[in-house]
T-cell receptor, first 114, second 115 residues
Framework: DAGITQSPRHKVTETGTPVTLRCHQT?????MYWYRQDPGHGLRLIHY???????DKGEVSDGYSVSRSKTEDFLLTLESATSSQTSVYFC?????????????FGQGTRLTVV | AQTVTQSQPEMSVQEAETVTLSCTYD???????LFWYKQPPSRQMILVIR??????QNATENRFSVNFQKAAKSFSLKISDSQLGDTAMYFC????????????FGTGTRLKVLA
C-alpha cells in the first residue's frame, strides 16, 4: 500500500471556525491533490501541488487554501468553515511524471460543519 | 477542459452474472490514461484497472475488463462472475500525462451485487 496518511479521519467543527486537514506521504511523489466527495458529484479537485511551494487551484477552490512546505506534507485549510463544506475529503498522490500513472488515495476525512 | 461522464448512478446485478458500467469522456488529447477505481463501504479508493490511450488492446485484470473505444471516447468496465465483494461505488477517471497531471473523475456508479 502507498504510504499516504490523512489526519484527522473525522472532524466536527462549527461554522466560521478555521480547519486544517493534513496529508502526509512517504513515497516522495511529486504530485499531491485534495479532492472532495459529495453525493451526485463524484470527486472534485480542490487544489493540487506539483512540487514544494508549487500549488494551483482546482475546479472547486473557493473557500480553501493549501500549503506545501515539504515534499511529504500537503495541508488543506478552510479559512472560515461553512455548512456547504461538509464533505468527505481525500488526499491523493501521484508519481505520474516519473512513469507511475495511477493516483493513490488516503483514507479520507469526514468533515461536518455545524 | 476534459470531462468524464458516468450516466448510470445505480446498477444491480445477480451474483455470478456479468455487468457493464459505462463511461464516456471528452478530450482533444491523443495521449492519456483512463482508470476505473472502486470505493467499497470502507471508503478506500482502490484501482481496478487502467488503460493507456495509445494501446489498442483492451486492458484486463482477472474478472475485470474494459471496452476502450477511442474514437467514440468510451471506456466501459465489464465485471464477470460478479461477487458480493464487488458491491461498491465505481469511478471512471481521466489523466493527461503532461503539464498538471490532474485526475478528472466521473460522478460514479453505485453497484450492488445481489445474492
Amino acid at each position: 500500500d502507498a504510504g499516504i496518511t490523512q489526519s484527522p479521519r473525522h472532524k466536527v467543527t462549527e461554522t466560521g471556525t478555521p480547519v486544517t486537514l493534513r496529508c502526509h506521504q512517504t513515497e516522495n511523489h511529486r504530485y499531491m491533490y485534495w479532492y472532495r466527495q459529495d453525493p451526485g458529484h463524484g470527486l472534485r479537485l480542490i487544489h493540487y501541488s506539483y512540487g514544494v511551494k508549487d500549488t494551483d487551484k482546482g475546479e472547486v477552490s473557493d473557500g480553501y487554501s493549501v500549503s506545501r512546505s515539504k515534499t511529504e506534507d500537503f495541508l488543506l485549510t478552510l479559512e472560515s468553515a461553512t455548512s456547504s463544506q461538509t464533505s468527505v475529503y481525500f488526499c491523493a498522490i501521484s508519481g505520474a511524471s516519473g512513469g507511475e500513472t495511477e493516483a493513490f488515495f488516503g483514507q479520507g476525512t469526514r468533515l461536518t460543519v455545524v | 477542459a476534459q470531462t468524464v461522464t458516468q450516466s448510470q448512478p445505480e446498477m444491480s446485478v445477480q451474483e455470478a452474472e456479468t455487468v457493464t458500467l459505462s463511461c464516456t469522456y471528452d478530450t482533444s488529447e491523443s495521449n492519456y490514461y483512463l482508470f476505473w477505481y472502486k470505493q467499497p463501504p470502507s471508503r478506500q479508493m482502490i484501482l481496478v484497472i487502467r488503460q493507456e490511450a495509445y494501446k489498442q488492446q483492451n486492458a484486463t485484470e482477472n474478472r475485470f475488463s474494459v471496452n476502450f473505444q477511442k474514437a467514440a471516447k468510451s471506456f466501459s468496465l465489464k465485471i464477470s462472475d460478479s461477487q458480493l465483494g464487488d458491491t461498491a461505488m465505481y469511478f471512471c477517471a481521466f489523466m493527461k500525462p503532461s503539464g498538471t497531471y490532474k485526475y478528472i473523475f466521473g460522478t460514479g456508479t453505485r453497484l450492488k451485487v445481489l445474492a
